[in-house]
C-alpha cells in the first residue's frame, strides 16, 4: 500500500468525473443500440481490455495475493455485484422512462459518500465544509421535492455506488487488478443474458455497422479508464473530498445538455444547481486553504 498522495489524488479524481461526465457523448454515438446489451458489451470488453492492460501494466503477484486470501475476492465479488447492481438499476430506469431519478441519484451519490466517511470511516468536517454539505443538501432536496415521492430508483443509484466507492477504498487490492477480477465476475451474467437472447448482437434486428461494432469495442477502455481513475483516486483523498468531487460529473451533462443538445433548463433545476454550486465552491475554497497552510 502505497502513501496517500493528495495531488495524485486530485488528478486522479478529476479524470474520472471529467469522462464520466462526457459519457453522453458516447452513448449518443450508439443510441441505436438497446441500453441492455451496451452494459454487456461493457461487461465483457472490460474485462477484456483489462486483462490485456494487466499483462503490460505489471502488478507482481496480484493472483497469488487474491488467491490466499479468499476474504479478498469476496471483497471483490461484494463490490462487483454492487457496480452491477448500479449498472444494471440504471439500465431498468431508461428503460421505464425514470430518468429524472436516475439523475436526481448522481446528486445525492456524493452527500451518500459524505456521511459514510463520517460514519464509517471517522472522517470529520470542518466548519466550511459543513456549510457546503448543507447547502448541496438543499439543493438535492428541492430536487427530491419536485420529484414529489421517494425516489427509491435515485436512492439505489446513490447507496450502491456510494457503497461500492467504500469497498474499494478499503480493500487492500491494487485498482486495475481488483477492477479485472470484479469484470471477469460479471461475465459469466453477461454471457448468460446473451445465450439467452441469441439474436442481441445485431442492432435492431440487423447486423452493427462497422461504426457501432468499433463504438461498442470502445466499452471497454471508455467503462475501465475512469474506473481504475476513481479506485486509485479513492486510496489518497478522503471519502468526503472525493465525493465532492462527484459534482463536476453532472455538471458536464448539464451543460452538454443544454448547449448541444437544446434540452430545456426549469427555474426549479436551476436552483437546485445553484445551491450544489454555492457547496461546491465552498468545499473547493476549504480545501484550497488548508492545503496552503499545511504546507
Known sequence: MHAANPRRGYLLGLSAYIIW??????????????????????????????????????????????????????????SGTLIAANWLTYVWSVNNGRMLEASLGYYINPLINVLLGMLILGERLRRLQWLAVGLAALGVMQQVWQVGSLPWVSLALALTFGFYGLIRKQAPVAALPGLVVETWMLVPLALGWLLLHPGAMSAQG???????????????????????????????????????????????????AIWLFDEHLSPSTLTAFMFIWAGLALYSVDAWWNLRKSR
Open 206 to 256: 440487423e447486423f452493427y455497422t462497422t461504426s457501432e461494432a468499433l463504438w461498442l469495442m470502445a466499452a471497454g477502455p471508455v467503462t475501465l479508464v475512469p474506473l481504475v481513475c476513481f479506485n486509485a483516486a479513492a486510496r489518497h483523498l478522503p471519502y468526503t473530498t472525493l465525493g465532492f468531487l462527484q459534482y463536476l460529473a453532472p455538471t458536464l451533462v448539464l451543460l452538454q
Open 21 to 78: 461526465g462526457l459519457f453522453p457523448l458516447y452513448f449518443k454515438a450508439i443510441q441505436s443500440v438497446p441500453a441492455v446489451e451496451i452494459i454487456v458489451h461493457r461487461v465483457l470488453w472490460s474485462a477484456l481490455f483489462g486483462s490485456i492492460l494487466l499483462a503490460f501494466w505489471k502488478h507482481p503477484g496480484w493472483w497469488r495475493d487474491l488467491r490466499d486470501n479468499p476474504r479478498r475476492l469476496a471483497i471483490l465479488a461484494l
